[in-house]
């Protein structure tokens, strides 16, 4: 699988080489950081080392950033752990891994352009005592990135928390201030897949998921995997805002072209402020499923709706909070890596092209 | 070379379809639909949509190193397969889902996919074969009498025969393809066969209808053709024309055995009479699907008037206006309402609907 053309960076990076080399040289550190002994201050060089790239590359103090086993658990614990004695509100548009963590949350609409309702917030914020909102910086279909500067202006009013998913946003664009805690994964960034990171501002203290051995201070049980979080430090400290910025471009181009060859294609998303490597395409009357397969035979990996382990095409809920009814399944998601050949656009549009001549002579 | 999708159910036979394309250098590309919410179904909390089945098709396409894809088709099976088959009981007919499952989400819709997909074919591992006969594709009874699936194909259009491929059609038995699974290592070679109906993993499909539609459990009487009441029933949906079991004391009358003649849905009545009674040499067929040029007189040929018997001779004639075909049975025969009359001629099929209840008057449901 080497060949093709792989635009599914919002699934998963690839991995940067930096990361690969910090990976491989952890795996060959024999020590637990727990350890007492030479080995294990060995080891616990290298996590304090990779804790500390982590907040001096997206903010905050060293000491509270909780590594997790990815950008799920780190959610889940921001939102198990932060809630107590709190209503928990949620964006419409949040990752399951969100939704699934608080199915109790009250969801937040969010208008047209895919970013949250203020207006629905505030209102929200105002109805009862305290409660602990959660936003995600950037969709991962559409790459809308929410007013969280906004939105935490709003929380800070009515004494509310406000936990920032940055999953898909960390690496690509600057995360918003304002979040007392921000969940991150190192393999959104070009890290290995295995480690994620839930950021605390300062005083925060998550009751744990895992207690285990009280690693973590006592916020996330269990001896942390080195070389992901190794490969998860040096990723973040590649992945600057800046290279990403490169990918816009590139991005604009793809949709300009389809733009310009296909008049009934839109970009759900488009008006609003998006990560620079994320478009979504819709396609009215073919089924998203039926485009993500023949690109994918076509040797061009796109994807559509909420990742199943089934493996199959699902609905896209963030779509259908959106408004876009029917058309939400005629919609994929194009998302650059950050190692997007030059000839991405080319590649894609021809792609794209002759996908969708192929289910336009059928229809004919 | 061409590129194929093949219906991939994650059992043995789509599993060997599968492997004899590619390895024949064919193009494959794998698609298995997801029906229902396996979950759901064995009613397990928070178990996954998918069924051990999807995984099965998933583990076969890699080791044969072809592309597949999951296919979500909850939807439409829902309402048209599933709800069609809640409301033929509700009609007090006896629905036959495999027929209505190929009929949509299997050919109409992966027929339509296939061509989306530039593909010159659709694969599917059911036991028929096609031919290629002068005036087009032919729909031919398997090889294999025991294993013979054509009942099941009949409602297939002439175009989607056009483009189907039946590899396993004419393999002499079920072990024979076996042989060729573990030949092409595949690991469900010893797979045992699916039973039933799918969506209904227990069996027990009156508790489906009663949800869906809860006029058919509604309770009513069993009473014998001559009008007395021999008895109560608790729901139509759970009797079929030529039952005879599950009727409790109503089975005799005296010393003589009882059968369900009919289900009066209106009335919530099923009512009873000696085998004899149940007999018939006339049935009315709808929604007719010809394989062949519509006859424009009637025909000889032989019908199979459900899934598990051997075809009896009749004589059917087809009226193009009311989109009715009347088939005369040289012997009677026990005619059930919403089962399927597939006509033959020798191994080939001529086209199949679905029968009528007697003097029933259908205009909504003639031939599409």
Request: overall charge neutral; some cysteine; hydrophobic content about 45%.
């Amino acid at each position: 699988m080497t060949t093709g053309l792989s635009l599914d960076a919002n699934a998963t990076e690839p991995l940067r080489p930096e990361a690969r080399a910090a990976v491989l040289a952890a795996l060959d550190l024999p020590g637990n950081p727990s350890s007492v002994h030479a080995e294990g201050r060995a080891a616990r060089r290298l996590l304090e080392d990779a804790r500390g790239a982590i907040a001096a590359r997206f903010g905050g103090r060293a000491q509270d950033v909780v590594f997790t086993a990815g950008g799920t658990e780190a959610n889940a614990l921001a939102l198990h752990g932060l809630s107590a004695g709190r209503r928990v509100l949620v964006g419409a548009t949040e990752h399951p891994a969100v939704l699934r963590a608080a199915p109790g949350a009250t969801l937040l609409p969010v208008r047209a352009d895919g970013t949250i309702d203020l207006a629905a917030l505030d209102a929200a914020l105002a109805a009862a005592g305290p409660a602990l909102v959660c936003l995600m910086a950037a969709n991962n279909e559409t790459g809308v990135l929410h007013p969280i500067a906004d939105a935490a202006g709003l929380c800070g009013r009515y004494g509310a928390l406000l936990h920032v998913d940055a999953v898909q946003a960390a690496g690509r664009a600057p995360l918003p201030a304002g979040a007392d805690s921000l969940a991150l994964s190192a393999h959104k960034l070009g890290g290995p897949k295995g480690a994620g990171a839930l950021l605390l501002r300062p005083g925060l203290d998550p009751t744990p998921l895992i207690a285990g051995g009280g690693q973590e201070r006592g916020r996330r049980g269990g001896t942390e995997p080195l070389p992901a979080i190794a490969g998860f430090a040096a990723a973040a400290r590649a992945a600057t805002d800046q290279a990403a910025a490169r990918l816009a471009p590139i991005r604009d181009a793809i949709e300009a072209a389809i733009a310009a060859l296909a008049p009934e294609a839109r970009f759900p998303g488009q008006g609003a402020p998006r990560l620079p490597n994320t478009s979504a395409i819709l396609l009215p009357g073919v089924p998203a499923e039926t485009q993500v397969i023949a690109l994918d035979l076509a040797g061009v990996r796109v994807s559509a709706g909420a990742a199943c382990s089934s493996g199959k095409v699902g609905a896209s809920h963030v779509l259908a909070a959106m408004g876009l009814g029917g058309d939400a399944a005629c919609t994929i998601r194009m998302s650059l890596p950050w190692n997007a050949p030059e000839d991405s656009v080319e590649r894609f549009v021809a792609a794209w092209a002759a996908m969708r001549e192929q289910v336009t002579r059928r229809a004919a | 070379m061409a590129r194929i999708l093949v219906a991939m159910s994650g059992g043995v036979d789509s599993s060997v379809v599968a492997g004899l394309l590619a390895e024949e250098g064919h193009d494959v590309v794998g698609a298995t639909l997801q029906l229902y919410d396996h979950g759901a179904a064995i009613q397990k909390k928070g178990a996954c949509c998918a069924g051990q089945d999807i995984h099965d098709a998933r583990d076969v396409a890699d080791r044969l190193g072809i592309p597949h894809y999951v296919l979500d088709r909850e939807q439409v099976f829902r309402r048209e397969v599933i709800g069609d088959f809640a409301d033929t009981y509700a009609r007090g007919e006896t629905p036959v889902p495999c027929i209505r499952c190929n009929q949509t989400v299997k050919f109409r819709d992966l027929v339509a996919l296939a061509h989306d997909l530039g593909c010159d074919a659709l694969a599917t591992g059911h036991y028929a074969r096609r031919v290629d006969g002068p005036h087009g594709a032919e729909l031919h009874r398997a090889a294999d009498p025991a294993r013979d699936q054509s009942y099941f194909l009949a409602a297939t259009t002439r175009e989607q025969l056009a483009f189907a491929r039946f590899p396993l059609g004419g393999y002499p038995d079920k072990a024979a393809v076996r042989v060729v699974a573990a030949r092409l290592g595949l690991a469900v070679a010893d797979k045992p066969d699916s039973q039933d109906i799918c969506f209904v993993p227990e069996g027990r499909y009156d508790s489906l209808v009663t949800k869906l539609r809860p006029d058919a459990a509604a309770p009513g009487e069993l009473v014998h053709a001559d009008g007395r009441v021999l008895g109560a029933h608790d729901g139509i949906a759970r009797y079929t024309v030529g039952q005879g079991r599950g009727l409790g004391a109503a089975s005799w009358d005296g010393d003589e055995r009882l059968y369900v003649a009919g289900v009066e849905a209106g009335r919530r009545r099923i009512v009873l009479a000696p085998r004899g009674a149940l007999e018939t040499t006339e049935a009315t067929v709808g929604e007719v699907n010809w394989l062949i040029d519509p006859p424009v007189a009637p025909i000889r040929c032989s019908v199979k008037l459900r899934a598990r018997e051997v075809p009896r001779a009749a004589t059917v004639s087809w009226d193009a206006g009311t989109g009715l075909a009347r088939v005369l049975l040289e012997a009677p025969g026990i005619v059930a309402p919403g089962q399927a009359c597939v006509m033959y001629d020798r191994e080939r099929v001529l086209g199949g609907g679905f029968l009528r209840a007697a003097g029933a008057v259908d205009s909504t449901r003639s031939a599409a």
